[in-house]
Every structure is written in structure tokens, then in C-alpha cells.
């Protein structure tokens, strides 16, 4: 089974709905985070969680927000999605204590299109 | 800010050997990762340097020059299997990953 599942894998939807993307973990891990990949851009945080009670935004938030139900779910959420919020979305994890900076592992990715 | 430079696409042939270069601008970081993604699919982690130097973990290897600013992940022994796009990101000190915008690597036979 793999460590880190995305839900929807894929979706499609139209401007103006709110879409839910889940993320669920196995690693145990106390870190998880939410990011965007665009061509030609790369892959952009939106969000990031160190434990249960800790939400922080990373450097593209608006319009998005997410929501910590447990240690190993972290759910990200639009709350009226526009097209430009089409793109590969992915869900990582990491442990602290492993050296200076944790090393991140991804879930496979939500395709999300935004008619 | 932080600034991170990778040439967009190479192309290499199998069997050959493919440095892949990464060069960045940032007023500090903890280290430097790399990472492999093929299309569609989920980045995987390859290597970390903290320390200038490099790091050999089998067919691919990882240097750093915090001097410089300069890193490069070289792949030896090019197998098909080895195209994809190559992630160069720094690592803060809160943990954040900036990412570069990746190399697409095309192995030709």
C-alpha cells in the first residue's frame, strides 16, 4: 500500500465550486504539506502543517485554505475555484529529526481542472 | 529572496554520463535536495547535501559548493528509465522546500 494516498486523482469542475482534495499518510509523520505544480513554474507551497494544531501558509494561499482532522489526513480545500487554479496537486510528509531540513515524500498527485 | 536556475531540458544517450547543474542566489539554507519526477507522477527523493562536497549513492551523485553557489546531480550509466525532470530545491530553516523549476532529462538510445 502506498504511504501517502490523494484523493480525487483526478477532477474536473466548473468556476465557482468548492472542491475538496484529501490527503491521507501512513509514515506517521507529523509533517504535511500542500503543493501546486504549473509548466514552467515548478512546484509551489500553498500550505503547511507540523503537527495536528499548526496551519501555516506558504508562499501562493489565497484561495485555497485546509484543514488538519488528524495527524495523518490534511485536507485542502477551494472554496470557489477559478481556471487558473487548474494544475498538478501534491501532497507531501515529512519527520523531523532526520538532519537540518526533513527530506519530503509526495502522495501521487491530484490532476484538477477548472472549467 | 532565493533564486534557483536549472537548464530546461538535456538530452543524453544511454549508457553515457548526464551533470544536470543548479545554481541559486539566497541569503541562507540548511541544504540542497534533488529530486526525480516522471511525468505525471509523484517527485521522488534522490539526494541531500548539507556539506560542500559530493554525495555517491550508486549511479547518481550530488555535489555542493555553498561557495559558488553551484550544485549538480550526475547520472551515470544512463538507462532509459532515466528520463524525467530533475527537481533542485533548497531546504530552510523552516523546513520549506523552494523548488526550481526542473530539467527535463531525454535519454536517447
Known amino acids: 500500500d502506498a504511504d501517502v494516498t490523494q484523493t480525487p486523482r483526478n477532477r474536473i469542475t466548473k468556476t465557482g465550486k468548492r472542491i475538496m482534495l484529501e490527503c491521507s499518510q501512513t509514515?506517521?509523520?507529523?509533517?504535511m504539506y500542500w503543493y501546486r505544480q504549473d509548466p514552467g513554474l515548478g512546484l509551489r507551497l500553498i500550505y503547511y502543517?507540523?503537527?495536528?494544531?499548526?496551519?501555516n501558509k506558504g508562499e501562493i494561499s489565497d484561495g485555497y485554505s485546509v484543514s488538519r482532522q488528524a495527524q495523518a489526513k490534511f485536507s485542502l480545500s477551494l472554496e470557489s475555484a477559478i481556471p487558473n487554479q487548474t494544475a498538478l496537486y501534491f501532497c507531501?510528509?515529512?519527520?523531523?529529526?532526520?538532519?537540518?531540513?526533513?527530506?519530503?515524500?509526495f502522495g501521487p498527485g491530484t490532476r484538477l481542472t477548472v472549467l | 529572496g532565493q533564486n534557483i536556475d536549472q537548464p530546461t531540458e538535456m538530452t543524453a544517450t544511454e549508457g553515457a554520463i548526464v551533470q544536470i547543474n543548479c545554481t541559486y542566489q539566497t541569503s541562507g539554507f540548511n541544504g540542497l535536495f534533488w529530486y526525480q519526477q516522471h511525468a505525471g507522477e509523484a517527485p521522488t527523493f534522490l539526494s541531500y547535501?548539507?556539506?560542500?562536497g559530493l554525495e555517491e549513492k550508486g549511479r547518481f551523485s550530488s555535489f555542493l559548493s555553498r561557495s559558488k553557489g553551484y550544485s549538480y546531480l550526475l547520472l551515470k550509466e544512463l538507462q532509459m528509465k532515466d528520463s524525467a525532470s530533475y527537481l533542485c530545491?533548497?531546504?530552510?530553516?523552516?523546513?520549506?522546500?523552494?523548488f526550481g523549476t526542473g530539467t527535463l532529462l531525454a535519454v536517447q538510445p
Open positions: 530545491a533548497l531546504g530552510g530553516a523552516t523546513n520549506k522546500l523552494i
Open positions: 509514515k506517521g509523520h507529523d509533517r
Open positions: 507531501a510528509t515529512s519527520d523531523p529529526g532526520q538532519g537540518a531540513t526533513d527530506t519530503q515524500y
Open positions: 547535501n548539507v556539506l560542500d
Open positions: 502543517s507540523f503537527d495536528v494544531k499548526d496551519i
